[in-house]
């Protein structure tokens, strides 16, 4: 069975940096895509991120230049590092296994507020 676990989340000001982790288990995560989406509330999910397998990145515009994914396959987790974080970064941040975020975990908040 597949599992997704996320952590790191928080409550930080605005300008403020955080790393957000999701550990894999239950499928060959060194061959499969990964990806972050969020969720702000009232909202449907935002794909935000993706790295591929052989390290192929995309960003979102609303975050690129900001956040920064990363992987490492020996650990079976992907990293998500938030810089310079705004009040509209406000959401539940998800890992996933596709775009949608159909397959992901349960999430970690990330609130930003002066």
């Known amino acids: 069975e597949e599992h997704l676990v996320e952590s790191g989340g928080g409550l930080l000001q605005p300008g403020r940096s955080l790393t957000l982790t999701c550990l894999a288990s239950g499928f060959d995560f060194s061959r499969a895509p990964m990806y972050w989406v969020r969720q702000a509330p009232g909202e449907g999910l935002e794909w935000i991120s993706r790295i591929g397998n052989i390290i192929k990145i995309t960003y979102a515009e609303s975050v690129k230049g900001r956040f920064t994914i990363s992987r490492d396959n020996a650990k079976n987790t992907v990293y998500l590092q938030l810089s310079n974080l705004k009040t509209e970064d406000t959401a539940m941040y998800y890992c996933?296994?596709?775009?949608?975020?159909?397959?992901r975990g349960q999430g970690t908040q990330v609130t930003v507020s002066s």
């Open positions: 996933a296994r596709d775009r949608e975020g159909r397959v």
